[in-house]
């Protein structure tokens, strides 16, 4: 079981110092100190519901909890967490239990990543499950119409400490629903491990547990 992140022992005699992704990289179960990608990257940071996305994008990205809009990251990096999106809605809709107004949600957040990637001069990072193909080929498409690679990070926690992580949040997504996520996401570590990519097919492709993300350091940009 992938322990809670910022509670891991010291794994720097092993430690990976900087990766600049280029295929896929499976980092699981080691050290890693720093993720470089090009400026113009859309970089998608993916799991499933309660692995710890949005806490990757507070740590490396400087996002918080309560954010209404994208985020102005480092190296003039935007970042997108649909978070946003829901606290923005919020003040319209939380009157209506949430299940009914999450596919507005879903459509402003998506339409904040597509005005991002077409009007931002630095890289965009986004937050998604990648547990729906049409989300990434929406992404992937938007991507590569405005000039930018696409790189995504998979954040592989199992779902008991998934449902952990939402439960710490006060946040829980519907049963089915996060059946439905698991079952997609373990078929898409199944054909990673046996070889194939995702689809579309991005730049690079880096597979993370929890421990990787809590050795650490950054996760940065550079020509």
């Known amino acids: 079981m992938n322990p809670p992140l910022a509670t891991l022992p010291s794994l720097t005699e092993t430690a990976m110092p900087v990766l600049a992704p280029h295929a896929v990289h ?30 990757a994008l507070r740590r490396f990205f400087g ?3 309560d954010g209404e809009g994208p985020a102005a990251g480092p190296e003039g990096s935007v970042v997108l967490d649909s978070q946003q999106a829901r606290n923005r809605w919020r003040h319209r809709l ?18 904040g990543i597509r005005a991002a990637l ?20 929406l992404i992937s498409r ?13 954040l592989d926690v199992p779902p008991t400490v998934a449902r952990a992580g939402q439960h710490a949040r006060g946040r829980r997504s519907h049963r089915i629903t996060f059946t439905l996520h ?16 995702m689809r579309p097919v991005p730049e690079s492709l880096v597979i993370v547990d929890r421990s990787n993300i809590n050795e650490m350091s950054r996760v940065s940009f550079a020509p």
């Open 26 to 55: 499976d980092l699981r179960g080691r050290a890693i100190d720093e993720l470089q990608y090009p400026p113009l990257s859309a970089l998608v940071i993916a799991g499933i519901p309660g692995a710890g996305k949005s806490t």
């Open 63 to 65: 996002t918080t909890a």
């Open 94 to 111: 939380d009157w209506l239990p949430y299940p009914l107004w999450r596919p507005v949600v879903h459509i402003a957040h998506f339409a």
């Open 118 to 137: 077409r009007d931002t001069e630095g890289p965009v990072v986004i937050h998604d499950c990648a547990t729906f193909g049409w989300a990434r080929r």
């Open 142 to 154: 938007w991507a590569f119409g405005y000039g930018r690679e696409l790189h995504v990070i998979l």
């Open 182 to 197: 698991c079952f997609r996401w373990r078929r898409l570590m199944e054909r990673l491990r046996a070889g194939g990519t």
